[in-house]
């Protein structure tokens, strides 16, 4: 999985793999403060899902500030054994 960050007033535009996120997570490379999400939406395709979701986030990425929207899209696939897992995601600043 790879995800594209984008934090604060510059787009960093990163692409991260699954143990790039969580070592953000797990190092305090990434602190989250606020986390309000809204406009959910889910759009199941067969077996893939969509899921959209606005989030107004205040945090910070490497010593970067962030209080903004951000839009996050999820893209779950279910696999042979019956689990949902992420196989693509996204986020951006809402403008």
């Known amino acids: 999985m790879s995800v594209t960050r984008e934090c ?5 535009g990163q692409v991260l793999g699954k143990q ?4 953000a997570h797990q190092s305090g490379i990434l602190k989250i403060e606020v986390l309000k999400p809204s406009e959910q939406q889910i759009q199941l395709i067969g077996k893939v899902a969509v899921v959209t979701v606005r989030v107004h986030l205040v945090g910070s990425y490497a ?4 209080d903004n929207d ?5 893209v779950w696939s279910l696999d042979s054994s ?3 897992q992420i196989v693509a995601a996204h986020s951006s600043i809402v403008t």
Not at 70 to 74: D, I, N, P, Q
């Open 8 to 12: 604060g007033e510059c787009q960093l």
């Open 20 to 23: 790039d996120d969580l070592t």
């Open 63 to 66: 010593g970067i500030t962030s």
């Open 70 to 74: 951000f839009r996050f899209t999820r």
């Open 82 to 84: 019956d689990i949902w």
